[in-house]
């Protein structure tokens, strides 16, 4: 046979897309032709292709023309996934495997020279399109991948560490599918459960600062994003990075969202399996790296952060374009990256935690030490925050450091696993009553849901008219009343929850 067809998926955006490799064999002037709309990666793939199976003892055709097309012929191809596919196809219309046997596979892997499968972007993507599409075709992946893609429930996995394994499984004469396990390169491949306690650093191990740790609460409870300003060693990135210990455990569909979208960046580290994420991008990151973009398209900070926690330390500190480009995020929780030639839509639902200075050197209004900036420097650090990028952070926490007295004697804290069982109860009380967080209601339902009692209404509308407040920072502090309402357990909104989340709105550095 000199045509055959070999099912491989490519990735658009979130999506893996079906691809179909054809490959050729005629006779004429000998020639190895790639087209489909193959980036550079995909087209270095022949010479891969052919020192993979030279080395490893098979008959390249190189006495024939070759063709191979990558279809849907105007859908972007990119990195070395479709090397196995096309070594399969020569061998297929070649006559030296069963090129029948092949069908109700997709295989996906990059060839080393000497044949050795290497690890591919994207594996749980691809078994996660299966899954959606209902279909019932079983992958063929390389060792890394193939334990990434088993992930998904129900999902029918073969790993193949080297080209002869696979050539092995599907050249066994008189056999209608290749066996469990032909060889020890050869392996089913079955996932893992989500884990029982995921490890985080503990709550516990912050001293003092009641007023952090109780903020840290509302956000989880709420998925409310955070501001905390206050001078260098007040605890705020010790705060910030144990709020993902304090978020409900992550369900079954959340692990697989945030997996695969980080697969899409590297292989998958296993052990982070439905542990959610802490991101913390340096300040001097684009607005590329925390958005995403780039040709073709990829997940930035935010995507790669969704169902877990984004850390930027140093907020002010951040490309004001950087920061911009978080606005409607943080309201809609997807990004749309568009391109001339390409548009690619991620999920982007994460829990924003910013942590700065009050001043440049850090300790205005601090007890630590005195204050060198001016007020004119002041006031233009703070500055690089515009309006609406603050507008849109929920809670506003201003930290004292502690003495070292009160450092010292500090009594012992609740942990994380104390805090996040409360944390756990309201957002179960939220998902009962409106079906999403308190952070996402709006409009209709967040005038249904945040019902003000009788006493709370004149409170709310003297505070709102006293301090000018838009009608999105109104409508925040409802939210954060209604958590804090949660986790008090009580149906109304009264002026105790109002007048703590009125104490959220505060702008960086104002009270202490």
Not at 368 to 387: K, M, T
Request: aromatic share 4%; glycine share 10%; net charge neutral.
């Amino acid at each position: 046979m000199s045509l055959s067809l070999v099912q491989s998926r490519a990735l658009l955006g979130f999506e893996a897309v079906s691809v179909t490799v054809e490959v050729h064999l005629a006779n004429g002037l000998p020639s190895f032709t790639l087209v489909g709309l193959a980036d550079v990666e995909v087209k270095e793939a022949r010479e891969r292709v052919r020192s993979a199976l030279q080395n490893a003892g098979l008959v390249f055709p190189h006495n024939q023309r070759i063709t191979v097309n990558l279809a849907p012929a105007d859908l972007p191809k990119d990195s070395g996934r479709f090397d196995l596919p096309m070594a399969l196809g020569l061998l297929a219309a070649s006559g030296q495997i069963d090129g029948a046997r092949l069908a109700g596979y997709e295989f996906a892997g990059e060839l080393s020279l000497s044949g050795a499968l290497r690890p591919v972007r994207g594996a749980l993507a691809m078994s996660l399109a299966l899954r959606h599409g209902g279909q019932a075709t079983r992958l063929v992946l390389p060792p890394g991948s193939a334990e990434e893609a088993a992930l998904a429930p129900g999902a029918e996995v073969w790993r193949a560490q080297h080209l002869l394994d696979v050539v092995q499984a599907f050249a066994l004469p008189n056999a209608e599918a290749p066996p469990e396990e032909p060889g020890p390169g050869w392996v089913r491949v079955s996932g893992q459960p989500l884990a029982a306690a995921p490890h985080y650093p503990d709550l516990s191990d912050v001293k003092g600062q009641a007023g952090g740790r109780r903020a840290l609460e509302i956000a989880a409870a709420g998925g409310h994003s955070l501001l905390m300003c206050g001078p260098p060693g007040a605890g705020k990135s010790m705060l910030a990075q144990r709020l993902a210990g304090l978020l409900p455990r992550m369900t079954l569909d959340e692990a697989l969202e945030s997996a695969a979208l980080r697969s899409l960046e590297r292989h998958f580290p296993l052990d982070q399996w439905a542990v959610r994420p802490t991101r913390q991008p340096h300040h001097t990151a684009s607005a590329v790296a925390l958005v995403g973009g780039g040709s073709p398209p990829r997940p930035g900070e935010i995507s790669l952060a969704h169902h877990g926690v984004l850390f930027l330390d140093e907020l002010p500190e951040f490309p004001r374009a950087a920061l911009e480009a978080l606005r409607e995020p943080l309201e809609t929780g997807r990004i749309t990256i568009s391109r001339a030639a390409r548009q690619a839509d991620y999920p982007a639902r994460f829990l924003l935690v910013a942590a700065m200075n009050p001043c440049p050197c850090g300790y205005h209004g601090s007890r630590q030490g005195a204050c060198r900036c001016s007020p004119d420097q002041i006031a233009r650090y703070q500055g690089r925050l515009s309006g609406p990028l603050l507008d849109r952070i929920d809670l506003h926490v201003t930290l004292n450091a502690l003495s070292p007295a009160e450092l010292l004697r500090a009594p012992a804290s609740a942990s994380s696993a104390e805090v996040r069982d409360g944390v756990q109860a309201a957002r179960d009380r939220a998902l009962q009553r409106q079906g999403v967080a308190n952070q996402q209601l709006a409009g209709q339902a967040l005038a249904q849901h945040a019902r003000l009692s009788p006493e709370g209404q004149p409170f709310m509308e003297a505070v709102a008219q006293r301090l000018g407040w838009s009608a999105r920072s109104l409508h925040r502090v409802l939210r954060v009343a209604r958590t804090i309402a949660d986790l008090a357990g009580a149906p109304d909104l009264d002026i105790p929850h109002l007048a703590e989340a009125v104490q959220y709105r505060r702008g960086p550095g104002q009270g202490a």
